[in-house]
């Protein structure tokens, strides 16, 4: 039998996707075990405070670019499946299982988050809540990763599919909360950041990158899709017959 790879992507990405959902949430909580285990062995170094805030750190901002991720690359992968013809991948029905993915991103970038403010809150100010305050009014790059962390809890309690049917549009508007929160993660890690670092250029760069794709879209000076809202579709969704390969 000829290996057919669009048949395998099928298996994967439809019938056998809460197979692969599972791996990724697994995979997206490997940082934490290996953490939890550096920890537990004390193998964080000699300022394991500054490692914790700093690895922890790090995971937000990654899953929050992975999430920014999820919309263009659907797109561009919709846009190359319909230009050659292939038979699974034109519809947009085809693509939920990576909207599913987004989801688990940004629910993963939130929980770092909280891991990131237990590290500040418990390890480093001891739950000394008067000290906690004066800290977040004496220094603004706090203030900012306090207002990001903010963002964060209304996008993740927003996340339940019940608020999703309850809000309709408005969910829309709360989850663009997006783009604003990876420029003032950014911010809050340039400001703590007392050196250049690759990695934080490296962030700047593929955030950059994907805020300026939505630009683009806005703009329509790149066209996308008329009945691709980004969200889950039906999957009697079909392409339309006058459709341009557009992305």
């Known amino acids: 039998m000829q290996f057919n790879l669009v048949h395998l992507f099928k298996l994967v990405t439809r019938d056998y996707f809460k197979y692969v959902k599972y791996l990724f949430i697994f995979l997206s909580l490997v940082p934490f075990l290996i953490l939890s285990w550096q920890f537990y062995t004390e193998q964080l ?3 394991p405070l500054a490692y914790l805030t700093k690895v922890t750190g790090h995971l937000v901002i990654i899953f929050l670019i992975l999430t920014l991720l999820i919309t263009p690359l659907k797109r561009i992968s919709s846009y190359l499946m319909t230009k050659y013809q ?19 991103f940004g629910l993963y970038s939130f929980y770092y988050a909280c891991l990131h403010l237990a590290v500040y809150v418990w390890f480093d100010q001891g739950l000394e809540w008067e000290y906690i305050y004066e800290d977040i009014l004496e ?18 309690i927003t996340s339940f599919k019940v608020l ?32 250049i670092e690759s990695e934080l250029i ?17 703009t329509h000076i790149v066209r996308i899709r008329k009945d691709d809202t980004g969200m889950e579709v039906s999957t009697r969704h079909k392409v339309p017959l006058n459709h341009k390969v557009i992305f």
Do not use: E, Q
């Not at 292939?86 to 688990?104: E, P, Q, S, V």
């Not at 990763?145 to 209304?154: A, C, T």
């Not at 969910?171 to 950041?193: E, F, G, N, Q, V």
């Open 86 to 104: 292939l038979k699974y991948g034109k519809r947009l029905a085809d693509w939920n299982w990576i909207i599913k993915l987004r989801r688990i």
């Open 164 to 195: 999703i049917k309850k809000l309709k549009k408005k969910w829309r508007k709360i989850h663009m909360s997006i783009y604003p929160l990876s420029i003032l993660c950014l911010i809050h890690y340039w400001w703590l950041s007392k050196t």
């Open 45 to 47: 170094g000699i300022n």
């Open 139 to 156: 220094r603004p790059f706090i203030m900012v990763g306090v207002i990001s962390f903010l963002i964060l809890l209304i996008m993740a």
């Open 202 to 218: 490296l962030y700047s760069i593929l955030t950059f990158l994907l805020l300026l794709y939505r630009i683009l879209v806005w």
